[in-house]
C-alpha cells in the first residue's frame, strides 16, 4: 500500500479543493507537510481515516464542513479522495457528504463511499458498494489504520491498546489461521465439527430430540462464556496496566498534588472567607437600617441633652395640651372637673397662666418633647453602634484574609499552571481499580460457568452415542468429524507456533530499530500481549519517561511495517500468479512534540530506511531540527498556510525542494 495522493474539498479548515500529491519515489520516499498549531495537521490524518472507515473521533459530523461556509446560505458538499497503490492496483476511494446551510442552521445527508480501481493495463473497473469497505479492510484492516495514521499524542500509547494481540496477528497474516481454528473448532455449535455429528441419525424418540436441543444449548452457552471470558480477560489486563500506569504518574507527581491539594483548601477558605464577609455586611446592613436616625444622632444626643438638662419642669406646660383646649374651656365656662370657673377662686387665671406655657408661647414644652424624642431614638443605638463595629472590625478582618488567600491561590496556581491533575489521576485510578476487580470477578464467574457447561456437554455426548444408530452413513460421518477434529488440531499447532515466531521476529526488529534511535543502553522486552517495556543493562525496572515511550513506540510500529513487507502475498498480473510483499506507510502529525533534539535525528534517519513510503506533518521549529538527518530523503515539500482575514482557512501549497 502506497499512497499517491489525497484531495480534500471544504473538509473543516480546508476550504475548496486543496490537493497532496505525496512523494512515491524509491529514494526520496519522504513527503513533509509544514504548518502551525491550528492549521489543520491533525486534520489531513483524520481525513485518511474519515474516507477510508468514515471515522470522525471527537468531530461531529456537522463540523466537517468549513467553518467559514456554515455562514452562507447554500448546498455544499465535504469530500475527501485517496488514491492508493496496492498489490498491483491503482484504486481509488471517495467519501462526500453534502450539508445545507440554511438562517437557522446546517443539515446534512449521509455520507457516500465511492470506489475504482485501475488493474495493471490501465482498465477501470468500478467496485460495487457492499465490496468497497471489505476491500479497504483488506487492504488495510480498521483496528491496524491507526498504527500507521496516528499524531504525536498517539505514538504514547500506541502499544498499550487492547487490540495490539489481534490486530498485529491480522497484519503478519495469521488470520486464515485464526479463521480456520474458529471455523472447525469442535467447542462452537456451528463449527464444521459439530455439524457434521448433528447430521448423524439417532434412535427415534423424545429423548434424542432432547438430548441433541440440549446439547446445542450447552455449546451456545459454553461459547457465550468463552467470548465473553476472553473479553473480559482483555478489559481486566487493561484496566490492570492503566491501574498501574496512574499509579506511576500518581506517584511521579506527588509534589504538584501536595500543591493541588493546598489550592484546594485554600479554595475553601475563600469561600469560607467569603461567607464571612457576606455575613458581616448583612449584620451592617440589618442594624444600620433598623435604626439609621438614632445612630446618626446618637453622637451628638448626649451633647444636646446637657444643654437641656436644666430646663425646670414648672415651666413646662402639660404634655399634649394645645392651647385652643384651654380656650374652648374658658368660652365654655365649665372646668374638666364640671364646677364653673367663675365660683373658683384663682381657676381663670390658673387657666390662662397654662396656657402661656404652651407654644408658641412656652419652649419648655418643646424641650420636653424635644428631650423624650431624643431619648426614644437613642435607646438602642449605642448598642447597635456597638455591634456594627464589631461586624465591621469583623468584615475588615475576613476581607483581608480573603484578599491574602486569594494571593496565595494566584501564586500556587501558577506554579502548577500547565501540570497533570492528580485529583483527577486519582480518581481515573479509582474507578480502573474498581473495574480491574469487577472483571477480575467476571472472569473466574465466566470460567466456573464455562467448566459447567463442558462437563454437562461431555455428559449429553456421551448420552448422544449411546442414541446413535449404528449405519454405514453414520460411521463415515464420525470419521469426518475426527478428520476435521485433526485437522483443527493441526491449524491451532501451526498458528501457535507461528505466532511466537512472529513475536520473536517483531522482537528483533523492534530491538534493532530501538537501538538504532536510542542513545542509552538499553534493550526492549515484550510480553505475550506485545506491550513492550525498557530493560537497563544491570536491573529490569520500567521507565516513564515520554521521551523513552516515543521512541519504544516508534521502534514497535517500524518493526510492524518492516514485517509487513517481508510478508508474501500472491498476485495475479495478467494470467500470471506472482509473490510479491506489500509495503506500508507511516503517515504522522507532530510526532516528535515529546522527544529531545538527538532523538529526533535519530528517529527520523531510521523511519525512511523502514518505511516504503514516509509522510510527516509537522511543525517549523520541529523541521529545523529534523531537516539536517531528513533533508536528502524528501521528495516534496508542502506548506498549510491561514487564509482570511481571519485565518479563518487554511490552503495547501507545494514549496520547491
Not at 444600620?288 to 430646663?311: D, K, M, T
Not at 506554579?415 to 486519582?426: C, D, M, S
Request: aromatic share 8%.
Amino acid at each position: 500500500m502506497i499512497i499517491k495522493e489525497i484531495t480534500l474539498e471544504n473538509f473543516r479548515q480546508y476550504r475548496g479543493i486543496q490537493n497532496i500529491s505525496f512523494s512515491t519515489d524509491s529514494e526520496k520516499n519522504v513527503t513533509v507537510i509544514l504548518g502551525m498549531n491550528t492549521s489543520g495537521k491533525t486534520t489531513i490524518v483524520r481525513a485518511f481515516l474519515w474516507c477510508l472507515y468514515g471515522e470522525t473521533g471527537d468531530w461531529k459530523q456537522k463540523d466537517l464542513l468549513n467553518k467559514e461556509l456554515t455562514n452562507e446560505n447554500g448546498s455544499f458538499e465535504v469530500s475527501v479522495e485517496v488514491v492508493l497503490d496496492h498489490e498491483g492496483k491503482e484504486y481509488h476511494f471517495k467519501r462526500k457528504q453534502p450539508f445545507e446551510v440554511i438562517s437557522n442552521g446546517v443539515s446534512k445527508s449521509e455520507y457516500k463511499l465511492e470506489a475504482f480501481y485501475r488493474d495493471t493495463n490501465g482498465i477501470t473497473q468500478n467496485i460495487r458498494s457492499f465490496k468497497m469497505q471489505d476491500i479497504i479492510d483488506r487492504i488495510l484492516p480498521k483496528d491496524l489504520a491507526n498504527y500507521f495514521f496516528f499524531d504525536g499524542e498517539q505514538v504514547e500509547t500506541i502499544n498499550k491498546r487492547k487490540n495490539v494481540k489481534d490486530s498485529v496477528s491480522n497484519l503478519l497474516g495469521l488470520s486464515i489461521f485464526s479463521t480456520a481454528i474458529d471455523h472447525l473448532d469442535p467447542d462452537k455449535k456451528s463449527s464444521v465439527v459439530s455439524q457434521i455429528l448433528d447430521d448423524r441419525d439417532l434412535t427415534q424418540g423424545q429423548n434424542a430430540e432432547k438430548c441433541k436441543n440440549d446439547l446445542e444449548e450447552a455449546k451456545e452457552a459454553r461459547e457465550n462464556a468463552r467470548t465473553e471470558k476472553k473479553e473480559s480477560e482483555k478489559e481486566k489486563e487493561y484496566y490492570r496496566q492503566k491501574e498501574e500506569e496512574l499509579a506511576e504518574k500518581i506517584k511521579a507527581n506527588q509534589e504538584i498534588a501536595q500543591k493541588q491539594k493546598e489550592r484546594e483548601s485554600i479554595q475553601k477558605d475563600i469561600e469560607h472567607l467569603k461567607e464571612e464577609v457576606k455575613s458581616n455586611e448583612d449584620n451592617i446592613i440589618t442594624f444600620f437600617n433598623r435604626n439609621a436616625v438614632g445612630i446618626f444622632i446618637s453622637p451628638l444626643a448626649s451633647i444636646v441633652l446637657n444643654v437641656v438638662e436644666n430646663a425646670k419642669e414648672s415651666g413646662e406646660g402639660i404634655p399634649e395640651m394645645k392651647a385652643c383646649s384651654i380656650d374652648y374651656i374658658l368660652e365654655r365656662g365649665t372646668c374638666i372637673c364640671g364646677q364653673t370657673i367663675n365660683s373658683i377662686e384663682g381657676a381663670k387665671e390658673h387657666l390662662e397662666f397654662e396656657k402661656k406655657l404652651l407654644p408658641p408661647e412656652s419652649i419648655g414644652t418643646i424641650v420636653r418633647n424635644f428631650k423624650k424624642d431624643i431619648n426614644d431614638k437613642t435607646k438602642n443605638a449605642i448598642e447597635d453602634i456597638e455591634i456594627i463595629e464589631n461586624a465591621y472590625t469583623q468584615y475588615l478582618k475576613s476581607k483581608k484574609a480573603q484578599e491574602d488567600k486569594e494571593d496565595d491561590l494566584e501564586t500556587i496556581s501558577e506554579a502548577i499552571k500547565g501540570q497533570v491533575n492528580v485529583r483527577k489521576l486519582e480518581e481515573e485510578y479509582q474507578e480502573a481499580k474498581e473495574k480491574y476487580k469487577h472483571f477480575e470477578k467476571e472472569v473466574v464467574r465466566l470460567g466456573e460457568l464455562f467448566a459447567e457447561q463442558t462437563g454437562k456437554i461431555k455428559q449429553l455426548e456421551s448420552d448422544i452415542a449411546g442414541l446413535v444408530v449404528s449405519s454405514a452413513k453414520n460411521d463415515k460421518l464420525n470419521r469426518y468429524a475426527q478428520y476435521a477434529t485433526e485437522i483443527y488440531e493441526w491449524f491451532k499447532q501451526e498458528h501457535d507456533e507461528k505466532f511466537k515466531l512472529v513475536k520473536e521476529e517483531l522482537l528483533e526488529k523492534v530491538n534493532k530499530n530501538f537501538k538504532a534511535m536510542f542513545h542509552g543502553n538499553r534493550s526492549i522486552l515484550m510480553d505475550d500481549n506485545f506491550e513492550l517495556t525498557s530493560e537497563t543493562v544491570n536491573e529490569w525496572r520500567l521507565d516513564t519517561s515520554k521521551g523513552l515511550d516515543t521512541v519504544i513506540n516508534f521502534s514497535f510500529i517500524m518493526g510492524l511495517v518492516e514485517l509487513a513487507r517481508e510478508k508474501i502475498t500472491s498476485v495475479r498480473i495478467g494470467d500470471e500468479e506472482i509473490d510479491i510483499s506489500e509495503p506500508y506507510p507511516i503517515v504522522m502529525d507532530a510526532p516528535f512534540s515529546n522527544t529531545d533534539e538527538t532523538h529526533i535525528k535519530n528517529i527520523t534517519r531510521q523511519l525512511p530506511q523502514v518505511a516504503e513510503q514516509v509522510i510527516i506533518i509537522v511543525m517549523e521549529k520541529d523541521w529545523q531540527i529534523a531537516e539536517e538527518t531528513l533533508i536528502n530523503k524528501v521528495g516534496k515539500k508542502y506548506r498549510i498556510e491561514k487564509q482570511g482575514n481571519t485565518e479563518s482557512y487554511s490552503k495547501i501549497k507545494l514549496e520547491e525542494l
